[in-house]
């Protein structure tokens, strides 16, 4: 295989590009070489060696633990429960959570084998202490809804508050457009004006 089939091979293996795509961006890589390609395959080289998972929350970081959790600003009495840390970047960017995270590394599904063991669970648990408000920022999927239904049951007892995200009607949202699910989690988690 040549470098070139080498290189599209490896970018049709990103999320959202598929062999074209992938030739496309090769061929666009190649045509910049000095101003774009280089410049890449140097940072990177750099972020697989200097980039790490904290040891802690599981966030990605060049320190550790992560900037996060070495926060003292943060607040340390609620942990929000993420299935990876794109789902931690997305609330990250709201700056409406001032807490701490836990990313799980995925949801429990027992279709794709993956079972407690699987996730850090454990370590989640082992982070836990009474008083803290444990918040499950799980997908409204079977496999989310199984995953924070398992964690709620393994916290119970232990003296920690759990909520989890509201559902139901996105901003700007139209119900004509909306699918009967949510529409009725809407509905279920109403509250007064």
């Known amino acids: 295989m040549s470098e070139l089939d080498a290189l599209i091979e490896l970018l049709a293996k990103l999320p959202g590009l598929g062999p074209r795509s992938a030739r496309r961006a090769a061929l666009y ?19 697989a060696a200097a980039i790490r998972t904290c040891s802690l929350c599981g966030n990605l970081d060049t320190g550790e633990p992560c900037a996060i959790c070495r ?5 340390a009495s609620a942990i929000c429960v993420v299935e ?31 079972g407690p063991e699987d996730l850090t669970i454990a370590r989640l648990l082992s982070r836990l202490e009474r008083g803290q408000e444990l918040i499950l920022a799980l997908g409204a999927t079977v496999e989310g809804q199984t995953t924070a239904h398992y964690i709620a049951e393994r916290v119970a007892g232990m003296g920690v508050t759990v909520s989890r995200l509201a559902q139901g ?5 139209e119900l004509d457009y909306l699918d009967d699910g949510t529409l009725t989690a809407a509905l279920k988690a109403r509250r007064a004006l």
Request: proline fraction near 5%; hydrophobic fraction near 45%; aromatic fraction near 4%.
């Open 169 to 173: 009607v996105p901003i700007g949202g």
């Open 71 to 75: 926060d003292p600003e943060r607040e």
């Open 29 to 47: 890589l190649l045509k910049r070489r000095e101003r774009l390609m280089e410049p890449l395959a140097a940072a990177l080289g750099e972020a």
């Open 84 to 114: 990876d840390v794109a789902d931690l970047w997305a609330l990250e960017r709201t700056r409406a959570f001032r807490g701490r995270y836990h990313v799980l590394g995925g949801t429990l599904s027992a279709l794709d084998g993956v």
